[in-house]
C-alpha cells in the first residue's frame, strides 16, 4: 500500500473530522471530558473535533495528513509557537462548542486546556493538540510517520524550539519516549493522569535550551 504527507486545507475537512474521531472517541481522556457513560457520547466528541478543526483552519495552522491509496488515514494539526491559544477568548468557538457538544463538556475542554497551558514550558514551543491513525490503520508505521513529518515541519520553522504534546494513555509513552520526549508535568483529569510530554527542536544553527 502506498503512501503519501500531504498538506491539509479546508478541502478536507470532513475526511479529517472522521479520521480524528475515530481515533480520539475510545480515548481514556475524552471518555472522561465527554462523558462516555451519558447517551450521546460519540455526538460530543465528534462536535469537539470538528469545532477545533474549524477553530485551527480559520487560525491558518498547519495541518497533514497521511494518504494510503488516496485514503486519508492520519491527520495531525500544528499549533505555532506564537499560537498560545486561550479557549476562553474564542466566544464564537465556545458558542457552537455549547450548542453542539454541551456546556458541562464545553467548560471540561476548556479548563483542561487551561490546566495543560499552564506547564507549557516556554513561549516558542510547538503544540500538537490534534493527532490521529484511524483505528484500521494503526501498526503500520503511521503514527511515526506523521510525527516524523510534524517535527520537520517545526524545525523548519526558526520561530520553535520544541514541540509538546500530551496523552493519558500509558500504552502510547514508549512510542513518543523512543522519539525523544520527556515528561514535563501531568494534569489529573478524574481518575486520569495526563502527561505532558516536551521534545526539544532547534532550528538550524540554533543553540540547546532547556525546557526547564
Not at 49 to 64: C, T
Not at 101 to 126: K, M, N, V
Amino acid at each position: 500500500m502506498s503512501s503519501t504527507i500531504v498538506r491539509l486545507d479546508v478541502s478536507a475537512r470532513n475526511e479529517a473530522i472522521a479520521v480524528l474521531v475515530k481515533a480520539y472517541r475510545d480515548e481514556p481522556t475524552y471518555q472522561y471530558l465527554f462523558n462516555h457513560r451519558k447517551p450521546g457520547y460519540r455526538q460530543r466528541v465528534r462536535a469537539t473535533i470538528r469545532e477545533l478543526i474549524d477553530l485551527y483552519f480559520e487560525l491558518n495552522q498547519e495541518a497533514i495528513g497521511i494518504l494510503a491509496d488516496d485514503t486519508l488515514v492520519a491527520v495531525a494539526f500544528i499549533g505555532e509557537p506564537e499560537l498560545r491559544l486561550n479557549l476562553t477568548n474564542q466566544i464564537s468557538w465556545r458558542l457552537r462548542m455549547m450548542l453542539t457538544a454541551g456546556f458541562a463538556s464545553t467548560r471540561r475542554y476548556i479548563d483542561y486546556h487551561e490546566r495543560i497551558a499552564a506547564l507549557l514550558p516556554q513561549e516558542q514551543a510547538h503544540q500538537l493538540p490534534l493527532m490521529g491513525v484511524s483505528p484500521a490503520y494503526q501498526g503500520r508505521g503511521y503514527g511515526r510517520m506523521l510525527l516524523k513529518t510534524v517535527e520537520t515541519l517545526c524545525a523548519d520553522n526558526p520561530r520553535g524550539t520544541g514541540l509538546v504534546l500530551d496523552t493519558a494513555n500509558n500504552q502510547y509513552l514508549p512510542f513518543y519516549e523512543s522519539e525523544g520526549f520527556r515528561s514535563i508535568g501531568t494534569v489529573l483529569i478524574g481518575d486520569l493522569e495526563d502527561h505532558i510530554l516536551f521534545r526539544e527542536i532547534r532550528p538550524t544553527g540554533a543553540e540547546p535550551i532547556s525546557a526547564e
